[in-house]
C-alpha cells in the first residue's frame, strides 16, 4: 500500500472531498494486490463541512446504494457502513456533481461515515478498481478492506488529530 493522489491518478479535479482533511492520515492510499489496484481514501472533517447528515445517507447520487449499516458506538458517536454497486452503463442523474459523474462507471466501493460525538465527521471510502478512460488499472477481485476491516480502521483513534 502506498499513498497517492487520486486527483493526479485518475484525474479527479479538486473537491471539498479529495481535498486534504483535518487528520493525519487523510489522503488516498493505492493497494496493489494480485495484479490488480484498488484505493482507499480517508477524509476527517469538522462538524462544519458535514452537518446534518443522516445515518444511511439517501441522496441522487448514491440512489444505488446498498447494505447500509448504522450503529451507535459508545464514546464515539454513529457509524454507517454501506456498498455501491457498479454502475457500468447507468448514465450520472442531471443532479450529480462532475465528480460523481467521473466516478459513475467505477466499479463498486464500499463507503463507511463515523459522526463523532464532537461533530467531527470522518468519510473512508474503499474501491477495488477505478476506471476512467485513459486512466484505468486491472481492479482487485475484491475490496482492499472487508466490512469488518473498514469498521475497524473507522474506529481507530490514531486517525484523530
Not at 493497494?31 to 463541512?49: K, S
Not at 464515539?76 to 466516478?103: C, D, M, Q, Y
Not at 465527521?121 to 475484491?142: D, E, H, N, S
Request: contains cysteine; proline residues 8%.
Amino acid at each position: 500500500m502506498h499513498e497517492v493522489t487520486l486527483t493526479k491518478e485518475v484525474g479527479w479535479r479538486s473537491s471539498q472531498l479529495t481535498g486534504k482533511g483535518i487528520g493525519p492520515y487523510d489522503g488516498d492510499y493505492a493497494v496493489t494486490r494480485e495484479g490488480g489496484v484498488g484505493y482507499i481514501t480517508v477524509r476527517l472533517r469538522n462538524h462544519a463541512q458535514f452537518s446534518g447528515l443522516s445515518s444511511c445517507p439517501k441522496r441522487p447520487d448514491l440512489e444505488r446504494m446498498a447494505d447500509c449499516t448504522s450503529e451507535k458506538v459508545p464514546g464515539v458517536g454513529t457509524l454507517s457502513i454501506w456498498r455501491v454497486p457498479t454502475n457500468k452503463g447507468v448514465p450520472p442523474s442531471a443532479n450529480s456533481s462532475r465528480e460523481s459523474a467521473i466516478r459513475s462507471p467505477s466499479y463498486s466501493r464500499l463507503e463507511t461515515r463515523v459522526v463523532r460525538e464532537d461533530g467531527t465527521t470522518l468519510r473512508i471510502v474503499v474501491y477495488a478498481g477505478i476506471r476512467v478512460a485513459g486512466k484505468q488499472k486491472p481492479p482487485l477481485k475484491t475490496f482492499p478492506l472487508t466490512r469488518n476491516q473498514l469498521r475497524q480502521l473507522a474506529l481507530n483513534p490514531a486517525l484523530l488529530p
